[in-house]
């Protein structure tokens, strides 16, 4: 369990840090990132002439916006058509009501021409697909104009070796060519890779870089050989080859990692929130907006909920519980009281099926997240966040904390109303240690894959879960 962990670790690293370092100078990968954004706004501006005879400021400044809320693009370049078609009209859908959101908060709706926005809405998606057919059809000429592909081999046959060269054999576009490994220790010793052989020893790399002309070198040693390293570092500097380093430590689970630099000292960060500079100030934004969009529109349920509340069962009407926040921190996460007991010790027991505790009424709240909706406040407060790992009651966390491993590494970011965990079918009771561990999962790859356009996505799968989704009780 524990290998097959790490080996999905180290092929996603090395699949991030490949990704990173081929793209530089990469035509391709420049188009990809540019071409739904800038179909976007071409197909707004021409919409806007046809109706406005103009691209009024109005529409400039929309422009704007929709590039920032789709940039980069997401390459759909190995998909099936019907796939890639349909990945755009869902995506398509999801910024399409953000943006009709945003415009019903802010009042500015109405500065635009109903005929033009319908013409974009059914125009946008459209150009979009015909943008990645085009690209398609451009894909064998952008790749000749860069020229031959570089060759490359990786030094090191071990996990994150194997793993790196997985993802060069699955990515045509990379122009990257794997010529082999290098390495001293015999075939029984470093495993085997049918598709790429052992081009010879340490000893003799740079006698190797030259015969088969490498242009790349990935260095995939372990970080205890610093003297091999070294050794090897030195008989490289006789060559012209690019020299990258693939440290083992991808084999560990990397959180937001990338390089920086600390006083000048280079350093790789392992674990870090993706909610940092621009992006923190994004997250934050957004969860102001959709929070005050959402309370004042939900306004008349919360005052005829909190009503029932109080007339169907004794006690008060919104349940305060200590809940870990932003670093592990205790927070006050409100919710509608769902139960006849308001628990808050040093253990409690989960909501099950039938639980005798639940009120009738706190029995439809739980099953429709209705008891959930208080916590818009805590948003607007600045101890959550819409979208995020689901808070836990404290004595959940210190009994958890101790049975899975990361489990605290959740707490780098504010805990959401809603999850990536529970719209991927962890909402609910977690009865077993494999149901929590599930959840810590996908809340670990929540932190690792943040985007706005991701939260989106979760928003719109938490209404259609709510909808028919009966794990909650």
Aim: glycine share 8%; aromatic share 8%.
């Amino acid at each position: 369990m524990t290998e097959a962990r790490s080996n999905t670790s180290a092929a996603a690293a090395s699949k991030q840090l490949a990704g990173s370092t081929l793209g530089k100078g990469n035509l391709l990968n420049v188009l990809i990132a540019i071409v739904t954004p800038t179909t976007l706004v071409l197909s707004l501006w021409g919409v806007s002439v046809y109706f406005e005879g103009e691209i009024p400021p109005a529409y400039l400044l929309l422009s704007v916006l929709v590039f920032a809320l789709t940039f980069p693009g997401e390459s759909r370049l190995q998909k099936p058509l019907w796939t890639a078609g349909l990945n755009i009209l869902l995506n398509w859908t999801w910024i399409a009501a953000l943006l009709f959101l945003i415009g019903v908060a802010t009042g500015f709706l109405h500065v635009f021409s109903d005929k033009a926005l319908l013409a974009w809405l059914l125009l946008a998606p459209v150009a979009e697909f015909g943008a990645c057919l085009l690209l398609r059809a451009a894909v064998p000429a952008l790749l000749n104009l860069q020229g031959p592909k570089q060759r490359a081999v990786i030094v090191g046959m071990n996990s994150q070796g194997f793993a790196l060269a997985t993802k060069l054999a699955q990515s045509p576009y990379s122009h990257i060519e794997l010529c082999g490994f290098v390495d001293s220790r015999d075939a029984g010793r470093n495993g085997v890779d049918a598709n790429h052989p052992v081009l010879g020893k340490l000893s003799d790399i740079a006698r190797l870089v030259k015969v088969h002309h490498i242009q790349v070198i990935y260095l995939s040693l372990p970080m205890a050989s610093q003297p091999r390293i070294l050794h090897v570092l030195d008989d490289l500097k006789d060559t012209t080859a690019s020299i990258y380093f693939v440290p083992d430590m991808f084999v560990t689970d990397l959180i937001q990692g990338h390089t920086t630099a600390v006083c000048g000292v280079p350093v790789i960060s392992v674990c870090e929130s993706p909610f940092t500079g621009m992006n923190g100030a994004i997250k934050r934004a957004s969860d102001i907006v959709f929070s005050v969009l959402i309370l004042t529109l939900i306004t008349p349920v919360l005052i005829g909920v909190a009503i029932a509340v109080k007339l169907t069962s004794p006690g008060p009407i919104i349940f305060k519980q200590r809940r870990y926040g932003l670093d592990g921190k205790e927070i006050l996460v409100y919710k509608f009281r769902s139960m006849s007991v308001t628990e808050d010790g040093g253990a409690i027991r989960q909501a099950q099926r039938n639980d005798a505790r639940i009120t009738p009424l706190g029995a439809i709240l739980r099953r429709t997240s209705l008891d959930e909706l208080p916590q818009f406040v805590n948003v607007l407060q600045g101890r959550m966040s819409i979208v995020g790992p689901r808070p836990h009651a404290v004595a959940h966390n210190e009994t958890y904390r101790k049975l899975i491993k990361g489990y605290m590494v959740r707490h780098k970011v504010k805990p959401g109303i809603t999850g990536w965990a529970q719209v991927n079918g962890f909402r609910g009771e977690t009865d077993t240690l494999d149901k929590m561990q599930g959840r810590i999962d996908y809340d670990l790859d929540y932190l690792r894959h943040w985007s706005l356009r991701l939260d989106i996505n979760i928003i719109f799968k938490t209404v259609r879960l709510v909808a028919k989704d009966q794990k909650a009780y």
